[in-house]
Each structure stands twice: as C-alpha cells, then as structure tokens.
C-alpha cells in the first residue's frame, strides 16, 4: 500500500522545515507502507487550488493525505496513520486530531474520540457546519474518493472539496492521536477577504449543494452561510455574502452540535447588513 502526501509549496524555507518533518516520521515507520511525496511548487501564488490539482494528477497512492508547506506533522503521524488504516480496511476515510501552534503556544483545536462513524452521519453534520472541521490536512482518504474532484478558485476549498467527495464516504475511522501542527501566522482569511466576490463565490458553493442528493441540500445550503460567518464579521463589504446565512436565523437560534462560540458569530454575522 501507498500513501501520497500533497503539498502545494508556496514558500522555499517553510517547505524544507515541512519537508523534514515529513521525512522524519515516514523513516521512524517499520511495516510495508510506502510514501510517497507530491510537492506541487506555487512559489509565483497563481493559487494553491492549481498546485492541488497538479498534485491529485501526479498522486499514484492508494491513499492520499494533505499537507500544507508551512505546517508540521507528529514523528507518529506516517506510522499512525498507516497502522489505523491496516486496522479498518472498511473504512475509506481517516480523521486526526490537531494541534495549532501560534506566537510560541501549542494548543490541541481538535481530538476526536476514537470510533467509527457511518460516512452519511458525518457527511451530513460536516456540509451542514456542525463541528466537523472541513480541513483537508487532518485527514487521509481512499484514492477513489477523488475521482472527478476538482479545485475551483482561491476561496474555502476544503470545503469546496469536501462537497464533491463526501457523498461517496461510506465509513469514517476517527482516532484520538494529535498528528498535525497547524502554524497560525498573522496572515489568512483578512488578507484575501477584501479581493473576494461573495456572491460569485457562494453562488458557486450552492452549484456543488444541488449536485448532493436531495436530502442533504438544506445542510449543505446551511454550511454555506456558516461558512462567510468570519468573511462577514471580517469585512463591512461582505453584504453579498450576508443574505446566504440570514434565511437560517432562527434555525442557528436553537441549532444542536454548534459551539456556543460559533453560534454567537454566526447570529451577529446573521444580523449585519439587515437591511
């Protein structure tokens, strides 16, 4: 069996410090997996999206991960993840804890408890915006989940991903382990909130939700206005994308599975530019 792990590489020296933790724990894995390494150079930033996409054509695994150039992984994450797999063969989806690094401060943002999920459960709650994080990178998954998916343009393309794959996951494995550092810098979603078309780029969400089947459309309308929750508090201009979570405003009032954190950003969200 093999894994592909992507990377679009958009900064030399982030990659190398990348890179080497990458290669330190596929060395400390003794059993029959193999790796392999798909860094997809992006150093001009034309966009992540089109080194994804160059990467999933090169990908030969049976399995695919994620990484982004500046994060890191655990000395466990390769071995982990193989042996978990070796462990389920039924399940063509893999979930991971993660810890976010920030200013010098570790901090674990997501540990799941250890269980198997059905893949429409966990499908449904994660379009629908219920605390299933829609990262990539703390997930690895069956290459045939894949087929057909295509990145679309600069904005939340985890999640525009996730719309595509998702209904084809049948069962999900989830494992406790922190695995991944997610490196918080100083830049990220305000930088490119101002260069956004909202509603362009929700307009494309909803194409991808009325391809779901027919019971899951109302989650996936509903994800997509919880998703411009921090686009919307980020930026006064964000009126375009505003009218997409204000139809669910008493539905978030009384939603079960969502942080009261996040239910209070999307309630004040819901509520600027009301007229």
């Not at 070796?86 to 408890?113: H, N, Q, W």
């Not at 994660?126 to 997930?139: A, E, K, S, T």
């Amino acid at each position: 069996m093999k894994l592909s792990i992507i990377i679009p590489v958009g900064n030399l020296d982030e990659w190398a410090v990348c890179e080497a933790s990458l290669r330190e724990s596929i060395n400390a894995y003794a059993g029959s997996w193999e790796a392999e390494i798909v860094a997809v150079e992006d150093l001009a930033h034309e966009g992540a999206y089109i080194a994804r996409n160059k990467g999933l054509k090169r990908a030969t695994g049976d399995w695919i991960t994620w990484v982004d150039c500046d994060d890191v992984v655990e000395p466990a994450w390769f071995a982990t993840i193989c042996r978990a797999i070796d462990a389920e063969p039924s399940c063509d989806m893999l979930v991971f804890g993660i810890i976010e690094e920030k200013d010098g401060k570790s901090r674990t943002i997501y540990s799941p408890r250890a269980h198997i999920e059905e893949g429409e459960k966990y499908a449904r709650w994660m379009i629908g915006g219920l605390g299933m994080p829609h990262w990539l990178w703390h997930r690895a998954f069956r290459r045939e989940l894949w087929e057909g998916v295509r990145f679309e343009g600069r904005v939340k393309q985890d999640y525009q991903a996730s719309l595509q794959f998702l209904p084809r996951v049948k069962r999900v494995q989830f494992i406790p382990d922190c695995l991944y550092h997610y490196i918080r810098h100083g830049h990220g979603l305000s930088n490119y909130v101002q260069k956004m078309d909202y509603d362009a780029a929700c307009k494309g969400f909803l194409t991808l939700v009325d391809r779901l089947p027919e019971s899951w459309r109302h989650e996936g309308r509903r994800g997509v206005g919880l998703m411009v929750t921090d686009v919307i508090l980020h930026d006064k201009r964000a009126k375009g994308a505003n009218k997409y979570l204000r139809p669910f405003f008493w539905e978030i009032l009384f939603l079960r599975g969502m942080s009261f954190r996040f239910r209070v950003k999307a309630i004040l969200a819901t509520l600027m530019f009301w007229r």
